[in-house]
């Protein structure tokens, strides 16, 4: 009897011990990318690099015409059921400038509500390198509510690969997303959907400049997220630059050939000057201006400490107004491959990163 009963314990630990190596096995990667996350501040932010398969190629087969949509990809192909929400938000400036020795920079602030930022490093397979900002508070998590609160809180960060708001690959093609009130967007002209930060990721996977990144807008119907519109500004190492807005539901590119440099939160197509931030874009245009797009790193991040959108902010759901100001500055070497961000407009917490290639 007692001999059953010892083969029988034996059987069950193994069959645990099997269990545990399985399901170790299986999520290796998503273990490994909850590892590496990391607090850098109590502004809050974080790091995080990621190991694992986020199927950007499945997700493109069928795309996605809703953040709904978008979630239940997420949800289905890595967060294994947990839900999570997508709602991108945020007022915002992008320049470009050449630093003295001739690399190409790209300036980004991105101002919002008091935010939970993250750095998310991905190495996808088949496709490039990136470095991307996202704001974990557009997947749902808040300051009730931190990734390190609790395991399931940490395990919705996995899905930060599909809302990066701005980031740079290993090509030296940087994007980032502003607001725009009259841009909000929803194609149906029969090519595969997608939605504002999935387009982002993809571009950051799959592009290498700005006209391969336009080529690849240009096949897919692009839907906005949440309940605003939106335009990118996207740059290269080569020093091309454009702005993507959409106006009437039709995609239009901006070049740098005809002036467009920088943006912040008007519409630039045709003149129309619909919405914020045109008092930020003057000041970013006459710094260019006067220097002749000449400016070190440095200098780049002065002037987007310069240009803050503050004032407050009305949250969906919230029957409040909330003190907004700039979460993060970012300064990207397109040539060098180098991202150094500033979060809370606070130079003491500068963090600087590389893409080595």
């Known amino acids: 009897m007692k001999k059953a009963l010892k083969i029988t314990g034996i059987s069950i630990v193994s069959v645990l011990l099997l269990v545990v190596i399985g399901v170790g096995t299986l999520f290796f990667g998503e273990i490994r990318t909850l590892l590496s996350f990391k607090e850098l501040n109590g502004h809050p932010f974080y790091e995080m690099t990621y190991h694992a398969d986020y199927g950007l190629d499945e997700f493109l087969e069928k795309g996605a015409a809703t953040d709904d949509e978008l979630v239940g990809f997420v949800t289905q192909k890595i967060l294994k059921g947990i839900p999570f929400e997508v709602n991108p938000d945020g007022a915002c400036s992008t320049f470009i400038a050449t630093s003295p020795e001739g690399d190409n920079l790209f300036g980004r602030n991105f101002d919002y509500v008091p935010s939970i930022g993250m750095i998310v490093r991905t190495t996808p397979k088949d496709d490039y390198e ?28 996995l899905a930060a690969p599909y809302a990066p708001l701005d980031g740079i690959n290993e090509k030296g093609l940087a994007i980032g997303v502003l607001v725009i009130n009259k841009g909000i967007v929803h194609q149906s002209t029969g090519k595969v ?50 702005i993507i807005e959409y106006i009437d539901d039709e995609m239009h590119v901006l070049t740098k050939e005809e002036g467009y440099t920088a943006a912040t939160n008007f519409v630039l197509y045709n003149d129309m000057n619909e919405g914020s931030g045109q008092d930020r874009y003057e000041v970013i245009k006459a710094k260019q201006e ?22 407050t902010r009305v949250i969906e759901g919230l029957n409040e107004t909330i003190p907004s100001d700039t979460q993060w500055s970012c300064v990207y070497n397109l040539d060098d491959l180098t991202l150094q961000i500033c979060t809370g407009r606070d130079q003491a917490r500068t963090y600087y990163y590389k893409i080595d290639k």
Do not use: C, W
């Open 130 to 157: 990136s470095i991307s900002v996202v704001n974990l508070n557009h997947l749902g998590l808040s300051a009730e509510n931190m990734p390190d609160k609790n395991l399931l809180n940490r395990v919705i960060t």
């Open 193 to 242: 959907p997608i939605t504002t930060t999935s387009a982002i990721r993809m571009i950051l996977d799959k592009a290498a400049t700005v006209k391969e990144a336009i080529a690849l807008l240009e096949q897919y119907d692009m839907n906005s997220s949440g309940d605003t519109g939106y335009h990118f500004q996207i740059a290269d190492a080569t020093g091309d630059t454009a």
């Open 290 to 311: 006067e220097t002749g797009g000449i400016m070190n790193e440095e200098e780049a991040m002065e002037l987007l400490l310069s240009v803050p959108s503050q004032g």
